[in-house]
C-alpha cells in the first residue's frame, strides 16, 4: 500500500466513521420521532374517544327530549279532546242562569204555554251540555269543598254541621273532573 493508498483509506475511514455517526443520530431523531408521533396517535385517539362519548350522550339527551316531546304533545291532544267543550260550556251556563231566572217569575194562565216553551228550551239545553260531559255541581247540604264551591257568606243555622253548604246563590259546573264555574254558597259556620 501507497501512502495515498493509506490516506484514503484513513479518509474512508473517517467518512465511515461520519457516516455511522449520521445514522446513529438519525435513528436517534427518527427513535424520538416515533415517540412523538405514538404520543400524538394517543392524543388523537383519546380525544377522538372522548368526542364519540360526548356525541352518544347528547344524542341520548335529545332522544329523551324527542320523548318527552312526544309525550306532552300526546297528552295535550287527550286533554284538547277530553275538553274541547269547555270554551261552549263556558259561553253557555250565563244562558242557562238567565233560563232559571225567567222561569222563577210568576205567570198568568195566559202566558203558560209560552212558559212551557221556554221550559223546554231549558231543559234541550240543559240535555245537550249533560251530553257534552258538563255537569252541575252538588252543592246543597254538602260539605264545603274550596275546590268546587266558593263561599260567598257565612251564616249560623241550627240544623247544619259546621263547615256545611247551607244554600247555593250560584249553581257551580264542571266538565268531566274540572271546575268551569264553582258553586256560590252561603256555609253554616
Given amino acids: 500500500m501507497t501512502v495515498l493508498d493509506e490516506k484514503k483509506t484513513d479518509e474512508q475511514v473517517l467518512n465511515d466513521q461520519d457516516v455511522s455517526k449520521e445514522n446513529v ?13 405514538e404520543q400524538e396517535e394517543k392524543t388523537e385517539v383519546e ?11 347528547r344524542l341520548i339527551r335529545l332522544q329523551a327530549d324527542f320523548d318527552n316531546y312526544r309525550r306532552r304533545v300526546k297528552k295535550e291532544k287527550e286533554n284538547d279532546l277530553k275538553y274541547k267543550s269547555q ?4 259561553e253557555l251556563i250565563p244562558v242557562l242562569d238567565n233560563f232559571e231566572r225567567a222561569l222563577q217569575v210568576e205567570v198568568s194562565d195566559k202566558d203558560q204555554s209560552f212558559v212551557d216553551g221556554v221550559k223546554m228550551v231549558y231543559q234541550q239545553l240543559q240535555q245537550s251540555l249533560a251530553n257534552a260531559g258538563i255537569e252541575e ?25 259546621s263547615d256545611q253548604v247551607v244554600e247555593v246563590l250560584q249553581k257551580g259546573y264542571q266538565l268531566k273532573d274540572r271546575v268551569i ?9
Fill in 25 to 37: 443520530e438519525e435513528q436517534t431523531v427518527d427513535t424520538e420521532n416515533n415517540e412523538e408521533n
Fill in 137 to 161: 255541581i252538588e252543592a246543597e247540604n254538602e260539605s264545603f269543598d274550596p275546590q268546587k264551591h266558593q263561599a260567598i257568606m257565612q251564616v249560623e243555622e241550627e240544623g247544619y254541621e
Fill in 47 to 57: 380525544q377522538l374517544i372522548e368526542e364519540k362519548e360526548e356525541l352518544n350522550n
Fill in 181 to 189: 264555574r264553582p258553586a256560590m254558597v252561603k256555609v253554616n259556620q
Fill in 87 to 90: 270554551d261552549l260550556a263556558t
